[in-house]
């Protein structure tokens, strides 16, 4: 049975930007929120180490055949896009947790 499992995690700062102060916009305002860091939590298709024993060379996540193909790399540069910043993220392998809890 394969699961997708994801969980993405959303650091806001606690001030907001008031509409038209270009001069104090940072990256990536939603709304009148600012995403300050992403936290992507999920199995091997969010994250992957490489793993000589399951011929895994990458550094990324398993359904992609490069790190800038995979769905994390890919979300982050669409946000960057569309709203018009960069920001840090993280990608976290939890699929311990996801056999453990989820599947049981």
């Given at each position: 049975?394969?699961?997708?499992?994801?969980?993405?995690?959303?650091?806001?700062?606690?001030?907001?930007?008031?509409?038209?102060?270009?001069?104090?916009?940072?990256?990536?305002?939603?709304?009148?929120?600012?995403?300050?860091?992403?936290?992507?939590?999920?199995?091997?298709?969010?994250?992957?180490?490489?793993?000589d024993e399951v011929d895994?060379?990458?550094?990324?996540?398993?359904?992609?055949?490069?790190?800038?193909?995979?769905?994390?790399?890919?979300?982050v540069t669409k946000l960057g896009q569309e709203l018009?910043?960069?920001?840090?993220?993280?990608?976290?392998?939890?699929?311990?947790?996801?056999?453990?809890?989820?599947?049981?």
């Amino acid at each position: 049975m394969f699961i997708a499992f994801c969980v993405i995690g959303l650091v806001l700062q606690d001030d907001t930007v008031a509409e038209g102060d270009e001069s104090s916009a940072v990256d990536l305002p939603v709304g009148r929120l600012r995403i300050e860091k992403i936290l992507f939590l999920g199995n091997s298709s969010t994250f992957h180490p490489p793993r000589d024993e399951v011929d895994w060379q990458g550094n990324w996540g398993m359904a992609a055949s490069a790190a800038d193909k995979d769905y994390v790399h890919l979300l982050v540069t669409k946000l960057g896009q569309e709203l018009g910043g960069t920001q840090q993220f993280m990608a976290k392998n939890i699929a311990d947790f996801e056999r453990r809890v989820l599947i049981g």
